[in-house]
């Protein structure tokens, strides 16, 4: 299953929010590194352990591009989602709803 790591410049980083500066980090680090292929068989995005808090409107704009693609109700059978907690992977999961 293909692995993609989001990378932030700002190593300093502890959150994100902005459902704008979500769609962006899709559109730069995501979009282009998925295939019909990764689609249809999964693949799991990699958020830095440096990421302690992520906003539902990230979330938001961050999935707009995938749900609209797969549906909601598909979104987790084919994203798999690392970050620095399983607290905070639940809560980026909730933010969908």
Do not use: C, R
Not at 3 to 16: M, P
Not at 62 to 87: A, P
């Amino acid at each position: 299953m293909k692995e993609i790591k989001l990378d932030f410049s700002d190593k300093t980083l502890t959150g994100l929010a902005g459902y704008e500066y979500g769609m962006e980090v899709y559109e730069k680090q995501i979009k282009s590194k998925i295939s019909e292929f990764d689609i249809e068989h999964g693949f799991t995005i990699v958020f830095p352990d440096t990421i302690e808090n992520i906003a539902s409107s990230f979330v938001q704009g961050f999935f707009e591009n995938l749900i609209g693609k797969v549906g909601y109700e598909n979104i987790q059978k084919i994203v798999k989602i690392n970050s620095s907690s399983k607290k905070l992977t639940e809560g980026i999961w909730q933010d969908m709803e």
